[in-house]
């Protein structure tokens, strides 16, 4: 049996041989982050694909996000390590739901989270992310929304703007069921520290929250910031990033439970397997990508806050 150190040596060869670069979701397992060439959210890092000159995309992540790499980079092979590394929040609504509701608020744009399926996408006017969401929405002619399809996501837009906003009732249960009384004793244990909470949280623990951001976010901020300890209530995958770029800082997750299994399925012997075989691949097909793409390109065309 070869020793990790043996399969990342030989992990770099075959994605030299095979002009790959491996991307790692920010709630990767730290080995694998620690491979990577990129580690960042999925829309940066589907943007960095969709950049680099390799060939060969190793998207180590969940199927959403292969899937993006996939719609911004048709012309580049997307592979993902683990084929059942699904997403809860991706799957709590199909294209055939998204219609039905679009048909009972006619002409009430959809924005969609890019943490949704491409075929959702593609039924979408406007994708956002955790870190956009608001400017997306408050970018919008119309004064009524459909947000889909997280709903903890879709309430905290709602209070942030005065739009009218229909949200879809799904949400990531790693974010959703985190115990207010976890995050209330780190609270009282470190009452010194800073609150980042991520806005798939239920609004009652935003409420606790000084800061309420993106993983992108939350690392920009923590590196920037002149304060020392922080509570982080995001999944636990974070913490690697945040500690390796801020050693002389303290980062205390808000609950033991805030752990995706699906985005722990990927090891170092799945990367490895998926470099030799070439596989799996995701490919999106074009009559879902182009329209999945163009809701992309609108948020991209969202001016950024100076
Ligand atoms: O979109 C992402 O990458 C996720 C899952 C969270 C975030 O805030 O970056």
Same mark, same amino acid.
């Given at each position: 049996?070869?020793? $990790?150190?043996?399969?990342?040596?030989?992990?770099?060869?075959?994605?030299?041989?095979?002009?790959?670069? #491996?991307?790692?979701?920010? *709630?990767?397992? !730290?080995?694998?982050?620690?491979?990577?060439?990129?580690?960042?959210?999925?829309?940066?890092?589907?943007?960095?694909?969709?950049?680099?000159?390799?060939?060969? #995309?190793?998207?180590? =992540?969940? *199927?959403?996000?292969?899937?993006?790499?996939?719609?911004?980079?048709?012309?580049? &092979?997307?592979?993902?390590?683990?084929?059942?590394?699904?997403?809860?929040?991706?799957?709590?609504? &199909?294209?055939?739901?998204?219609?039905?509701?679009?048909?009972?608020?006619?002409?009430?744009?959809?924005?969609? *989270?890019? $943490?949704?399926?491409?075929?959702?996408?593609?039924?979408?006017?406007?994708?956002?992310?955790? %870190?956009?969401?608001?400017?997306?929405?408050?970018?919008?002619?119309?004064?009524?929304?459909?947000?889909?399809? !997280?709903?903890?996501?879709?309430?905290?837009?709602?209070?942030?703007?005065?739009?009218?906003?229909?949200?879809?009732?799904?949400?990531?249960?790693?974010?959703?069921?985190?115990?207010?009384?976890?995050?209330?004793?780190?609270?009282?244990?470190?009452? !010194? %520290?800073?609150?980042?909470?991520?806005?798939?949280?239920?609004?009652?623990?935003?409420?606790?929250?000084?800061?309420?951001?993106?993983?992108?976010?939350?690392? $920009?901020?923590? =590196?920037?910031?002149?304060?020392?300890?922080?509570?982080?209530?995001?999944?636990? =995958?974070?913490?690697?990033?945040?500690?390796?770029? $801020?050693?002389?800082?303290?980062?205390?997750?808000?609950?033991?439970?805030?752990?995706?299994?699906?985005?722990?399925?990927?090891?170092?012997?799945?990367?490895?397997?998926?470099?030799?075989?070439?596989?799996?691949?995701?490919?999106?097909?074009?009559?879902?990508?182009?329209?999945?793409?163009?809701?992309? !390109?609108?948020?991209?065309?969202?001016?950024?806050?100076?």
């Amino acid at each position: 049996m070869s020793s $990790n150190r043996e399969i990342k040596q030989d992990i770099r060869r075959l994605a030299e041989e095979r002009d790959a670069i #491996i991307l790692a979701h920010n *709630y990767q397992p !730290d080995e694998i982050q620690e491979l990577a060439d990129i580690t960042g959210d999925s829309l940066g890092l589907s943007i960095a694909a969709s950049e680099t000159s390799k060939k060969v #995309i190793v998207f180590c =992540g969940v *199927y959403f996000m292969a899937e993006s790499a996939a719609i911004l980079s048709p012309e580049k &092979t997307v592979l993902l390590p683990r084929i059942d590394a699904g997403c809860p929040l991706a799957d709590s609504i &199909t294209p055939q739901e998204l219609r039905k509701v679009k048909a009972q608020h006619p002409g009430v744009p959809v924005v969609t *989270y890019v $943490n949704s399926s491409a075929d959702v996408k593609a039924e979408s006017d406007i994708c956002c992310t955790s %870190a956009n969401a608001v400017r997306v929405v408050q970018s919008l002619e119309s004064g009524e929304v459909l947000l889909t399809p !997280d709903r903890n996501l879709g309430k905290f837009i709602a209070s942030q703007t005065d739009k009218t906003c229909h949200i879809w009732d799904g949400c990531c249960c790693i974010h959703d069921e985190l115990p207010i009384e976890d995050l209330r004793r780190c609270i009282e244990a470190h009452p !010194d %520290a800073v609150v980042l909470a991520h806005p798939e949280c239920q609004p009652q623990i935003l409420a606790l929250a000084d800061h309420v951001l993106s993983t992108s976010g939350m690392l $920009n901020h923590a =590196g920037k910031s002149s304060e020392k300890k922080f509570i982080i209530a995001t999944e636990m =995958g974070l913490l690697y990033q945040l500690r390796r770029e $801020n050693p002389d800082k303290e980062f205390i997750l808000a609950s033991a439970k805030l752990l995706c299994r699906s985005m722990k399925l990927t090891t170092l012997k799945d990367v490895h397997r998926s470099l030799a075989t070439m596989t799996p691949i995701i490919t999106v097909p074009e009559e879902i990508r182009v329209p999945a793409k163009k809701a992309l !390109d609108r948020m991209l065309a969202v001016p950024r806050d100076n």
